[in-house]
């Protein structure tokens, strides 16, 4: 027999407690890493579509947009028996998960102007399960919840956008006023960001600058760093639309919306203002 205390019925029950505690933050985690796994499998179906039409220079940059994705979830999301499930760490693994969305998302769009038929209904049917997951797994429900926490004065410009976005799904004359309201929306979410910033740096701002101003380490100035490029690229979309320098099928906004909301999701994930 042992004296150890840890033999001790007080050491078992300690044991136990600290094993279902730690269960149950891995409970509490499992859906968003069922969501990012839906996502994860319909991004390796919209890769073998990308691979099998589009242009080397763009699978080779959906590459690294992948492969940023899985490092950033291995950082985040370290695999049981860990069980870690911070708050943080839900919101950075969907910040991670939906960059990479927004990557492929664009490229889908560009593949959409293909004169194949074929090829724009595989696009259309990749973009729709998109749209399904998003309203599935409630992701601007959550976008919207993250703004209210972190910019509660942006949450009327986040409804109206929305609003103006669902209108524009049923009447293609409507995209070019939703198309407005999201760049509002996106200008006011930089501005946020910036004014904060500039309470610790001064005047001169950049998006990098910006996120190590407000505690952000290094790996994620990088990650806001790539955030600020796609962050141009749906803002040229936006533009695109409200100046009405393409034609958009009335359904085909949605996927730009989305976009803009992965990029709240992206931005207000890695970096907190509270």
């Given at each position: 027999?042992?004296?150890?205390?840890?033999?001790?019925?007080?050491?078992?029950?300690?044991?136990?407690?600290?094993?279902?505690?730690?269960?149950?933050?891995?409970?509490?985690?499992?859906?968003?890493?069922?969501?990012?796994?839906?996502?994860?499998?319909?991004?390796?179906?919209?890769?073998?579509?990308?691979?099998?039409?589009?242009?080397?220079?763009?699978?080779?940059?959906?590459?690294?947009?992948?492969?940023?994705?899985?490092?950033?979830?291995?950082?985040?999301?370290?695999?049981?028996?860990?069980?870690?499930?911070?708050?943080?760490?839900?919101?950075?693994?969907?910040?991670?998960?939906?960059?990479?969305?927004?990557?492929?998302?664009?490229?889908?769009?560009?593949?959409?102007l293909d004169p194949d038929p074929a090829v724009k209904r595989d696009?259309?049917?990749?973009?729709?399960?998109?749209?399904?997951?998003?309203?599935?797994?409630?992701?601007?429900?959550?976008?919207?919840?993250?703004?209210?926490?972190?910019?509660?004065?942006?949450?009327?410009?986040?409804?109206?956008?929305?609003?103006?976005?669902?209108?524009?799904?049923?009447?293609?004359?409507?995209?070019?006023?939703?198309?407005?309201?999201?760049?509002?929306?996106?200008?006011?979410?930089?501005?946020?960001?910036?004014?904060?910033?500039?309470?610790?740096?001064?005047?001169?701002?950049?998006?990098?600058?910006?996120?190590?101003?407000?505690?952000?380490?290094r790996d994620t100035v990088e990650l806001l760093a790539e955030a600020?490029?796609?962050?141009?690229?749906?803002?040229?979309?936006?533009?695109?639309?409200?100046?009405?320098?393409?034609?958009?099928?009335?359904?085909?906004?949605?996927?730009?919306?989305?976009?803009?909301?992965?990029?709240?999701?992206?931005?207000?994930?890695?970096?907190?203002?509270?």
């Amino acid at each position: 027999m042992t004296s150890d205390e840890d033999a001790a019925p007080e050491g078992t029950e300690e044991y136990l407690a600290e094993w279902l505690r730690r269960y149950q933050r891995e409970a509490e985690i499992a859906p968003t890493v069922k969501t990012l796994h839906e996502f994860s499998q319909l991004k390796m179906r919209a890769f073998t579509a990308i691979k099998a039409r589009a242009p080397a220079e763009i699978t080779q940059s959906l590459q690294h947009d992948f492969d940023r994705e899985l490092a950033g979830l291995r950082n985040t999301l370290p695999l049981p028996p860990l069980y870690r499930a911070p708050p943080i760490t839900i919101a950075t693994s969907t910040a991670t998960t939906s960059a990479a969305n927004v990557s492929v998302t664009q490229a889908l769009l560009t593949m959409r102007l293909d004169p194949d038929p074929a090829v724009k209904r595989d696009v259309d049917s990749i973009l729709a399960a998109f749209e399904h997951l998003h309203e599935r797994h409630h992701r601007v429900a959550q976008a919207r919840e993250l703004l209210a926490r972190q910019f509660p004065a942006l949450v009327t410009f986040f409804d109206r956008a929305e609003r103006s976005a669902r209108m524009a799904t049923a009447v293609e004359e409507s995209a070019p006023a939703a198309a407005n309201e999201a760049r509002i929306l996106m200008d006011k979410l930089k501005g946020e960001l910036f004014d904060r910033a500039r309470k610790h740096h001064g005047d001169k701002m950049t998006w990098s600058t910006m996120a190590f101003c407000l505690g952000a380490d290094r790996d994620t100035v990088e990650l806001l760093a790539e955030a600020e490029v796609q962050r141009s690229q749906i803002y040229g979309d936006l533009s695109d639309v409200a100046k009405q320098r393409t034609s958009h099928e009335a359904g085909s906004f949605m996927s730009i919306w989305l976009m803009v909301v992965d990029h709240v999701l992206v931005v207000c994930g890695y970096i907190s203002t509270e």
